[in-house]
């Protein structure tokens, strides 16, 4: 029986920005302390993308020309790129088609996916699909987002939490078993009351009302939403080795969307994983929503052996919350 047609990481590329943003840094901003923000969330610093004129794009070029530089890839030869963002440049066009320009690659057709914190995982089953397809040889899936541009620095609830940076990977067909294998992904849409940004849509367009209101700003319920993510990822993650008769065992990395500390230990813990088989930098970067999954494996690239399995979980606004099951190809 011949192996399956599969999509593969065949290489992983990132990028945060040089400033820092400390927890003592925010202590002078909002009435907060770091060992408030450090038992509560995990983390110590975030990186804040503070050049004018750069966006999300320039952020996730970076990520990519390491991948060029690192497979020696002309980007006339990327077929697709796919970006994972809720902090596209503008509204439209995509974030994807600016990158595209940005890198030269001429020949790829490219769109942006919004899932929020989840958006990197589903980009990444998305542009498995496509190389499942044969028709395509090439994909960037690039998750990036510059939350400082969409975070009040007054509101303790989210500046403590956020911060920039992208991350990176080429998909490649595989025909050794290795890579891609299988996902569950979820969605609820009930879940928008406690996660969002108020104004700027179709629903509510931008006007000086909605400006000095504030609603331009992400928004977010915390309780609700870490009492579903504890949950959502927890189950998906069980649920996903479950249905392939894995157990903890077999799975040499978690990596976990970087929320929060307590929600990545509630993941480990319903996958019977020690912590040292998970990938956690959210000290260092807080949460970078679509980048952190890419940036994990981005930093951890040089501990990953071929074959390892490795297991994928996110949980996002919308609600949006899935799980990945890979087996790493080099």
């Not at 996730?60 to 790129?81: Q, S, Y």
Request: proline share 4%; hydrophobic share 40%; with cysteine.
């Amino acid at each position: 029986m011949s192996t399956p047609l599969r999509a593969a990481i065949t290489a992983v590329g990132g990028y945060v920005p040089e400033t820092k943003l400390t927890n003592f840094d925010l202590e002078k901003m909002v009435d907060t302390n770091d060992e408030w923000i450090r038992s509560r969330t995990g983390i110590s610093e975030r990186r804040i993308l503070r050049e004018p004129g750069k966006a999300s794009s320039d952020m996730a070029v970076k990520a990519i020309e390491e991948i060029l530089r690192k497979k020696n890839l002309d980007p006339l030869e990327i077929d697709c790129i796919i970006c994972a963002t809720v902090t596209p440049d503008m509204v439209f066009p995509a974030t994807a088609n600016i990158i595209g320009n940005k890198i030269g690659a001429k020949n790829a057709f490219g769109f942006d996916l919004g899932a929020a914190c989840s958006g990197f995982l589903f980009a990444l089953t998305t542009g498995s699909n496509f190389i499942e397809s044969g028709r395509y040889k090439k994909i960037i899936v690039v998750g990036v987002d510059k939350m400082s541009s969409i975070i009040d620095y007054t509101d303790r609830a989210t500046c403590i939490i956020f911060g920039d940076g992208a991350g990176a990977v080429l998909l490649e067909p595989n025909m050794e078993g290795l890579g891609y294998q299988d996902s569950i992904l979820k969605s609820d849409g009930s879940g928008c009351e406690f996660l969002h940004i108020k104004a700027g849509g179709s629903l509510k367009p931008a006007s000086i009302e909605t400006v000095m209101a504030k609603e331009h700003y992400a928004f977010q319920d915390g309780q609700p939403v870490f009492k579903f993510a504890v949950k959502g990822m927890a189950d998906v993650s069980a649920e996903l080795l479950e249905k392939h008769n894995l157990t903890g065992d077999d799975i040499a990395w978690l990596v976990p969307h970087q929320a929060n500390l307590r929600i990545i230990d509630a993941t480990a813990n319903r996958m019977g994983l020690p912590i040292e088989k998970v990938m956690i930098n959210i000290q260092k970067y807080g949460n970078t929503t679509a980048a952190t999954i890419p940036l994990c494996l981005w930093e951890w690239e040089s501990r990953l052996n071929k074959g390892d399995n490795i297991v994928l979980a996110a949980f996002g606004g919308g609600f949006t919350w899935g799980a990945a099951w890979l087996k790493w190809a080099y």
